[in-house]
C-alpha cells in the first residue's frame, strides 16, 4: 500500500523557518519525481516545488517561494522535505507531498500519481 506521510508543519512568525518532511512507503521510491504543493483557504491547490527522480539533481520552484524554500530528498530514507524560511503570511496554506512516476520536470497537479494527506503550516504577521 503506497502511503506518503507529511510531517512538520506548525505555528511560525513571520521571518521564521519551518522543515517539512514526506515520509513515503509502498513506493519504488528513487523513480518518482516528487513535488510539494500547497492550498490556501477559498485558492487552487498551487506548486510549490519539485525534485527530479533517482538523483535529485534538478529542483523547480514557484517564483513566490524561490531563494527561500529548499526542497531536497534522500534515497535511502524514502523522504523528501522542504526547507521553508523567510516565512511570510501569504505562506499560510496546507502543504501536500505528491509523487509522479519519473516525471521530468512535474509542475502540474496532473503529473503527479500520490497524494499526501496535507500538513497545515501558519505564519503570522
Known amino acids: 500500500q503506497v502511503q506518503l506521510v507529511e510531517s512538520g508543519g506548525g505555528l511560525v512568525q513571520a521571518g521564521g523557518s519551518l522543515r517539512l518532511s514526506c515520509a513515503t512507503s509502498?513506493?519504488?521510491?528513487?523513480?518518482?519525481?516528487m513535488g510539494w504543493f500547497r492550498q490556501a483557504p477559498g485558492k487552487e491547490r498551487e506548486f510549490v516545488a519539485s525534485i527530479s527522480w533517482r538523483s535529485g539533481a534538478t529542483t523547480y520552484y514557484a517564483d513566490s517561494v524561490k531563494g527561500r524554500f529548499t526542497m531536497s530528498r534522500d534515497n535511502a530514507k524514502n523522504t523528501v522535505s522542504l526547507q521553508m524560511n523567510s516565512l511570510k503570511p501569504e505562506d499560510t496554506a496546507i502543504y501536500y507531498c505528491?509523487?509522479?512516476?519519473?516525471?521530468?520536470?512535474?509542475?502540474?497537479?496532473?503529473?503527479?500519481?500520490?497524494w499526501g494527506q496535507g500538513t497545515q503550516v501558519t505564519v503570522s504577521s
Open positions: 509502498g513506493l519504488t521510491f528513487s523513480m518518482y519525481t
Open positions: 505528491a509523487a509522479g512516476w519519473m516525471r521530468l520536470k512535474a509542475t502540474m497537479k496532473n503529473e503527479y500519481d500520490r
